[in-house]
């Protein structure tokens, strides 16, 4: 009879063992879940941000191991070769212009549609930009010249 009693006792032990296992597998599994939601959030948000620099340029790049401007500033580059290609344009638009011009009107030479704002906006973030490294002059009342 003591064996039955030790089969009976062990069996209940390994059934509260294994009642035991599995809440910890369920709250591990949990656990797991909820990670895969903060990765696959992660991964989106992170995806937000390589669109979002690939749409607005970085201000400076790496090159060599050196930090160096993507829109150098006038005094350090060469020529208007060392811009990219839009800043380059936006340059030459406002060269030819026969005075001061408004974004505005720099937007509608590169064929944006004025009439909404927010299309503005990043040319607008341009061209301060350009005048920030010296290639453009902001005057007080927001419009802009090349510099000779």
Do not use: C, F
């Not at 990765?39 to 989106?44: A, F």
């Not at 790049?61 to 800043?87: Q, T």
């Not at 505005?104 to 909404?116: F, K, P, Q, T």
Request: hydrophobic share 45%; aromatic share 2%; no cysteine.
């Amino acid at each position: 009879m003591q064996e039955r009693q030790w089969i009976t006792a062990r069996r209940s032990e390994l059934d509260a063992l294994a009642e035991e296992l599995t809440k910890r597998l369920q709250e591990v599994q949990v656990e797991r879940d909820e990670l895969a939601i903060a990765e696959r959030v992660l991964n989106r948000l992170a995806e937000q941000v390589q669109a979002d620099a690939e749409a607005v340029a970085p201000a400076s790049a790496k090159v060599a191991g050196r930090a160096v401007l993507l829109i150098p500033h006038r005094s350090d580059a060469a020529d208007e070769g060392a811009l990219p290609g839009d800043y380059r344009k936006i340059l030459a638009i406002v060269r030819e212009a026969d005075g001061p011009v408004q974004v505005r009107a720099v937007g509608e030479r590169m064929g944006l549609d004025a009439s909404v704002r927010g299309k503005l906006e990043p040319l607008r973030a341009k061209m301060t930009k350009l005048a920030d490294r010296g290639w453009l002059h902001k005057r007080g009342d927001g419009r802009l010249t090349a510099r000779p």
